[in-house]
């Protein structure tokens, strides 16, 4: 007798996403003047996709070292910041073909007396091939497998006055197998996450640089420990200086939409052993 397994496999890798779906734009903004939104959901696929759209509160958290996760079950902070129960997607459901796309309209209808400030939520975009992959687990037995993939980008929506700011009070170092850690601790003010990107360079006791990176942010908490790992293939025993620049821009956000607060610039001195 020939038996079929059913299993279902849901893939969370944004690169697995992307070479499937492209969705657009990856952070939508609406707000008092525009409760009305879109984005648009493209096919890249060879196959038809069905796509389900959601809503989930999160947001990237860092612990003491840098590491950052993101954070789906803060209640607290859903509670102050989420928009998702007022946030509706038109159509929830449906298929796009090969090489086609669908525009999906957002209608923000926010209870009137909440605060001013800015409300996220994520949007989940699922896809499924309309084909399921068949694969022969043993004689006699075969497994029909549907792969889902999942896209997470982020819709902002803005109330009243918004403001933010973020200074450096700390930064540290430490040192593990293969790197030295750079930890510079970020804070945010106002009532509005900060967007933006953090740059380093590192230059040795000559002035000559060793080391240069920068990182794109988005703060929604009040504190946010950000990491740059320096190879220790690139020091040398000595002295160094890390020059640490933090700024509200960045190349995927349009300008108008990020909430502009001045350069903030610190640096501190390393000992490389």
Not at 15 to 37: E, H, N
Not at 125 to 137: E, N
Not at 138 to 166: M, P
Not at 233 to 241: A, E, F, K, M
Request: charged share 15%.
């Amino acid at each position: 007798m020939k038996k079929t397994l059913s299993a279902l496999l849901i893939l969370l890798s944004f690169a697995a996403a992307r070479a499937q779906v492209i969705v657009a734009p990856t952070i939508l903004f609406m707000g008092d003047q525009s409760r009305f939104g879109t984005f648009v959901v493209m096919n890249r696929s060879n196959a038809p996709q069905e796509i389900t759209i959601s809503f989930k509160f999160g947001f990237p958290e860092s612990d003491s070292l840098g590491n950052i996760t993101m954070n789906y079950n803060d209640s607290v902070m859903a509670s102050e910041h989420s928009c998702e129960p007022w946030l509706h997607g038109f159509p929830q459901k449906f298929i796009v073909n090969p090489g086609q796309q669908q525009v999906v309209r957002l209608l923000a209808s926010p209870p009137a007396g909440i605060t001013d400030g800015e409300y996220w939520t994520r949007l989940i975009t699922s896809s499924t091939p309309q084909a399921k992959t068949i694969d022969t687990v043993r004689n006699g037995i075969t497994a029909n497998i549907t792969f889902v993939l999942q896209q997470v980008t982020t819709v902002i929506f803005k109330k009243g006055y918004v403001n933010t700011s973020v200074q450096i009070p700390n930064l540290v170092s430490y040192q593990d197998s293969t790197s030295m850690n750079l930890l510079a601790d970020v804070a945010r003010g106002g009532n509005s996450p900060f967007f933006g990107r953090m740059s380093v360079v590192v230059k040795d006791h000559a002035g000559n640089t060793v080391y240069s990176n920068q990182q794109v942010l988005a703060i929604y908490q009040n504190k946010m420990v950000i990491k740059f790992p320096v190879p220790l293939s690139d020091l040398r025993s000595g002295v160094y200086t890390a020059d640490f620049k933090l700024e509200s821009e960045r190349t995927d956000i349009p300008g108008d939409d990020i909430i502009k607060v001045p350069a903030v610039e610190k640096s501190f001195v390393f000992r490389m052993e």
